[in-house]
Every structure is written in C-alpha cells, then in structure tokens.
C-alpha cells in the first residue's frame, strides 16, 4: 500500500549522539512554536481545516521546486507507486495529526496541546506493538514514557473545568492527532528506512493539503479565513518552518533513531510552545502546565539514563523473514598467488 519496503540501512540505531540530541532540540524548537502559532490563527478566525489545506499546499510547492532544482539528472526519479505511498503516508502523518490538532487549538491553548502531544513517545510504542515494529525497552524507559501520559490525566482532569480548555472535545481531537503522529512515525520508519526523498516528501505533504480540501467537503460550513497579519503569518511559518524544514529534520531523525527515538521531540515541544505561548502571546502559564512540564522533564532525564544503560544497543530495526545478503567476502590473496 505504501510501496516497497526500503533496504533497511542497519540492525542498530543510534543513540542519543551529540549531533542526535541537536537535531532533536532544533525539531522540538520549530515544531513547539508551531502550537500557539496555530492557536493564534485559529483565535483569529481562520478555518483550521482551511489552514491545514493552505498551509501543507504551500509546503509541497516548496519542497516539489527545491526537490526538481536539486534533483540529480542521474538518478532515476520515484515511481509512481513509490509517490503514491507517501501520498498515503503523508495523509495520515501530516494530514489527519494536523487537522485533529488544528481543530483541538481552537478550544485550548498551544501550550496545553503541546503537553498532549507528549503522549506521542508512548503511543509509539503501542502502534509499533500493534503494526509488529519492535524496539528494545527497557523499565527505565516505559517508566519515562510512562510519566508523559500521567502528565496528561493531570492536566484533563483538572484543566477541564478551568476554562483552559472550552470544549470537552478538544483534549480527544488532540490526542487523536497524536496517535495519528505516532502511527505515522512508525509507518515511516517501516517503508521509509532510510529516510524520504524530497520528491517523495513533496508528496507527503501533497497527502496532507487532499487530506485539508477533502474535511472542507464533508464539512462545508469550516470555509472561512480572515486575512490578518497573524493567520498569514502562521500560514507562512507552518509552511516552510514547521512542513518543510521540520520534516526534513524529522525524516533524519526517524532514519537515525527509530520510532520511539524520534518521537522524544515531543517531550521537547511543551517546554518550548509554554515558553513562546507566555513570552510572545501572553497566553497564561498556570500550575497544571508547569506539573505537566515536570514530568516531561523527568520523563527525558530517565530515557536519557536508559539509554546510557544499554549502551548503543538500544533499538532494533523490524524483524524481516530473509535478511539482505551482504557484499561477497574479499577474496584471499593467498589463494590467488601463482602456483
């Protein structure tokens, strides 16, 4: 369905390296502004589903030009089939995650999504369970992923009332929007191994923006957009920032460090969507935010200690019925002397 399975490139992952951890902190940074950026637009009156459409419409016009200005004339270009899977993959990685979020921020704040959005790591976990993806976990690490979902029954329970969040059905839209990241995220890591293609990225986010137009027809009264300095803004910044800079990063972290290696950023993005959120649009920070921002931290302390634990063994590529033969031994010079 999502074309061949790539060549998987190696059995082990990396772990937690220095230039791993920087790319880490570089995603967390543009995807965690992206929260209260949406937030902002959606309070302004744009359609998220508008938005989803227009913003990941944007990207893959983007990305497709730097992909055709880029594009080594010697190598073959994606099939067909090969764009049609990332199509898929793209609508479901980027486009239903963004249109439950989008829709979720116009009833919370970004930094409430954002500490919902730490559930990912886990829910990684269970999708690679359910889809046969199989990584190493020790206790130390169920017990950090474990902390990012306790964060957030805290923060439904006793923010729900609180009139942080407006619509019982906001905190639901967004942790659907994240299991639909963490489902994605492991489907990349399965049929895209080595990473994508930026013709195949163009199309992911050609999946997304079908995805956008298709929730404005089942839902025709969502077509509205107001055209202020903060929705095009936004609509710029998702595009380009979040979409196409975001996910290239993110596409080499899903080929360095698996689905669950790759999903920490999200334990990064809370910390930095609160900050924007306070700093830049003076959305409030209250007690349940800073609990949730304490158990995402502790929860990032012990994976880092499990990880040293296990060494570089950490996580294990999906189990395949035949492995790929290797490159043929090097002959023995000995053999090869003349007699």
């Given amino acids: 369905m999502f074309g061949k399975r790539g060549p998987e490139p190696k059995t082990r992952l990396d772990g937690p390296g220095a230039r ?58 994606p ?21 439950l979020m989008f829709w979720g921020l116009q009833f919370t704040t970004g930094g409430v999504a954002a500490v919902v959005y730490a559930t990912v790591p886990l829910l990684a976990v269970l999708a690679g369970l359910f889809l046969g993806y199989r990584e190493r976990l020790g ?57 994508e293609t930026r013709f195949g990225l163009a199309a992911q986010f050609g999946g997304a923006s079908i995805a956008g137009a298709c929730a404005l027809l089942l839902f025709p009264g969502t077509v509205y957009l107001s055209p202020t300095l903060a929705v095009i803004g936004g609509v710029f910044y998702v595009a380009l920032f979040s979409g196409v800079a975001g996910y290239t ?14 999903s920490l950023v999200m334990y990064l993005t809370p910390i930095v969507g609160l ?9 409030a920070v209250g007690s349940t935010e800073i609990a949730g921002l304490g158990l995402i931290l502790g929860a990032l302390f012990l994976y880092e200690v499990s990880w040293r634990g296990r060494g570089r063994r950490g996580a294990v590529r999906p189990e395949s019925s035949s492995r790929a033969p290797g490159p043929p031994p090097a002959p023995d010079q000995a053999s090869q002397r003349p007699g």
């Fill in 20 to 77: 791993t951890i920087a790319l880490l902190v570089l995603l967390g940074v543009l995807w965690g502004i992206t929260f209260p950026m949406v937030r902002r637009g959606v309070a302004a009156g744009a359609s998220p589903f508008l938005l989803v459409a227009l913003d990941f419409g944007l990207a893959a016009a983007a990305t497709f030009a730097i992909a055709a200005a880029t594009a080594d004339r010697a190598v073959d270009p």
């Fill in 79 to 99: 099939s067909g089939r090969y764009l049609a899977g990332s199509m898929l993959l793209g609508g479901l990685l980027i486009g239903v995650n963004n249109l």
């Fill in 139 to 195: 206790a130390a690490t169920f017990l950090a992923l474990s902390l990012g979902l306790i964060g957030v029954l805290i923060l439904e329970l006793t923010a729900s009332g609180s009139g942080v969040i407006t619509n019982d059905w906001a905190i639901p839209s967004i942790v659907g929007g994240a299991s639909a990241q963490a489902t994605g995220t492991v489907l990349i890591v399965r049929y895209r191994p080595r990473g």
């Fill in 249 to 262: 990063v993110f596409f080499e972290l899903t080929r360095r460090s698996g689905a669950v290696g790759t």
């Fill in 275 to 283: 900050l924007f959120g306070a700093l830049v649009l003076s959305e």
